[in-house]
């Protein structure tokens, strides 16, 4: 059966489909009745969900986060459609398209990661092209990446956000490396395209978007220098000096002890892939904040409480 997402319910419509549980609550009515309230989520939005009959019967039935087939009617409460439930299965992992239910990139995955490993084809230097190679052909790891967001709640917080981030730095560095004397165009190339890696592991993304315990307790950065001391090691003779030098940028990226760089960027590449990172990450914030109040009357976006202050939204949206 077709999935109906939570973009197309409408008051007194017959549902039966398949939601993400974002939360579960066991309450009272006035009468002193038990009901349950769920919280339902797919990529196009959330809705509340409810049980008034026999909600003891249905409450071991699923838990937050699992993904759930619904039958039930669209109601609406002081103007807010809610699902009335009636009945209610928990769904296997097997039948769930993960992204009906989590923000996607509206670009074609494969596409961007073989334009990707074509960028990094451009590497000629023996030991740093190895190095690229050994982590793009990594099936399994190559599969997280392309599936990962770049982030929490900053940027590029969707399903292939880590990709289309990763390629945005990796094309940025192409146009603006060049323009610059002392460059090692190979060498900011290749921290470019690793800089993020970690985050395959800092980041969880089968259900919601939320940090691993290493990604909490190490965060992406030690977590991506330690995949590329694993790759080096299988790399006979790889250079000391030019290991650390592509650790160093990988260290320095986040620029300030402040914003959670272990270094500050101490050589030309460091600076520039900081900067580059930096621009592409908060363009891509800005542009997701006006994409979502782009159908708001007023020219400024509602508050933006990490970037700290409203946006002014372009004339052409």
Not at 177 to 200: C, F, M, N, S, W
Not at 252 to 266: C, I, M, Q, T
Not at 298 to 311: A, C, E
């Amino acid at each position: 059966m077709a999935k109906i997402f939570i973009s197309e319910l409408s008051k007194g419509q017959t549902v039966e489909s398949t939601f993400l549980v974002r939360d579960k609550i066991l309450a009272k009515t006035k009468a002193g009745n038990p009901y349950l309230s769920i919280k339902l989520a797919d990529r196009t939005g959330e809705t509340e969900g409810r049980i008034w009959d026999n909600a003891l019967d249905f409450l071991p039935l699923f838990e937050k986060d699992d993904f759930i087939r619904v039958r039930g009617e669209v109601d609406e409460f002081q103007g807010i459609l809610q699902l009335r439930i009636t009945k209610l299965k928990k769904c296997e992992g097997r039948e769930i398209q993960l992204g009906d239910y989590l923000p996607h990139t509206c670009r074609d995955i494969e596409k961007m990661f073989e334009e990707l490993k074509n960028i990094a084809s451009r590497v000629c230097h023996p030991f740093l092209g190895s190095l690229l190679t050994s982590f793009l052909n990594d099936e399994e790891l190559a599969k997280k990446f392309k599936m990962a967001p770049a982030a929490k709640a900053m940027h590029h917080v969707f399903l292939g956000g880590l990709l289309e981030h990763t390629l945005s730095v990796a094309q940025l560095v192409l146009l603006v490396g060049p323009r610059y004397k002392g460059i090692d165009q190979e060498l900011l190339l290749t921290g470019a395209i690793l800089h993020d890696l970690g985050k395959v592991s800092e980041l969880s993304f089968d259900r919601t978007f939320d940090y691993t315990d290493p990604g909490r307790l190490l965060g992406h950065i030690t977590l991506t220098v330690e995949m590329i001391d694993e790759k080096i090691k299988a790399i006979p003779d790889f250079p000391e000096k030019l290991a650390i030098l592509l650790k160093h940028i990988i260290l320095s990226h986040h620029g300030e002890y402040e914003f959670g760089s272990p270094k500050r960027p101490k050589t030309l590449e460091a600076l520039l892939l900081h900067h580059l990172d930096d621009m592409d990450a908060k363009m891509n914030g800005f542009m997701a904040w006006i994409e979502k109040e782009k159908d708001a009357p007023s020219r400024w976006t509602s508050y933006h409480k990490l970037f700290d202050r409203f946006i002014y939204k372009p004339e052409e949206w």
